[in-house]
């Protein structure tokens, strides 16, 4: 499979039998959305939390491809309230399949809320991911979060082999709680996400990787860039 990292916290999963699935899509308004890329069809979509910078594209793209969008219940009630009535809700400790992937919501620690002209709408709990491909290798993408003892939990009831983390510091952990998430999660491989967005996120990989050391493995993507998994 392929991931592609389409800046901040969007990545796009690309399986062998060349399903798509888009996580936390933001695309217009992304700084960093890489110049030129077609997106193509979806089908099936993750969400970890309300904010703008982590759904901003997702109820356009919903409408476009009717593609299940996975989400806390709370999300759910606000994408039917914008007419996505292929909303997939749950919520952490369970798990469920799409396009082909089994996904378990996890926790994190972090808020969740949409905009909604002026009012704040309430997005229920911030959640990470479990991803679990057709062979059985496990990815954990843990949304936006602090580092929490708890990884240690996920760790040891699905050994991920890859995690996707935030490193910019201000909204999320930056390196330093990033480099204890990765020895909490076990895991060698990291990719690293949300830095370098805006000037404020400042957490860098090369910081990552010193904290870290050579045995495990910081994957430094540009936006637009495929990592082949
Ligand atoms: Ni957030
Ligand atoms: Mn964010």
Same mark, same amino acid.
């Given at each position: ?15 062998? &039998? ?24 979806? &089908? ?30 709370? !999300? ?11 909303? %997939? *809700? ?38 990470? /991911?479990? !991803?679990?491909?057709?062979?059985? %290798? %496990? ?24 995690? !996707?983390?935030? !490193?910019? &510091? ?21 990719? *690293? ?11 860098? *990989? ?20 495929? /990592?082949?998994?």
């Amino acid at each position: 499979m392929n991931i592609t990292w389409l800046g901040h916290s969007t990545f796009l999963f690309t399986l062998g &039998d060349r399903k798509n699935v888009l996580i936390d899509p933001w695309i217009h308004g992304n700084p960093k959305s890489p110049q030129g890329f077609n997106l193509p069809h979806i &089908d099936a979509m993750l969400l970890s939390h309300g904010h703008g910078d982590h759904t901003g594209d997702a109820i356009a793209i919903a409408k476009k491809d009717a593609c299940p969008v996975v989400c806390n219940f709370e !999300i759910s009630l606000w994408l039917a309230s914008k007419g996505i009535e292929t909303a %997939r *809700p749950m919520n952490k400790g369970g798990a469920q399949t799409v396009a082909g992937l089994r996904v378990t919501m996890t926790h994190a620690f972090h808020s969740s809320s949409m905009q909604d002209g002026e009012h704040v709408v309430y997005g229920g709990e911030a959640a990470g /991911y479990i !991803i679990e491909l057709p062979d059985g %290798r %496990r990815i954990y993408f843990a949304g936006d979060t602090n580092v929490f003892g708890d990884m240690r939990l996920i760790a040891r009831l699905y050994e991920p082999d890859l995690a !996707i983390l935030p !490193i910019g &510091d201000l909204y999320t952990m930056g390196p330093k709680e990033a480099a204890i998430a990765v020895e909490f999660l076990g895991v060698k491989h990291v990719i *690293p996400m949300h830095y370098g967005t805006f000037p404020p996120l400042t957490g860098t *990989p090369e910081a990552l990787q010193e904290l870290v050391g050579s045995d495990v493995e910081v994957i430094e993507l540009k936006p637009g860039e495929a /990592y082949a998994y």
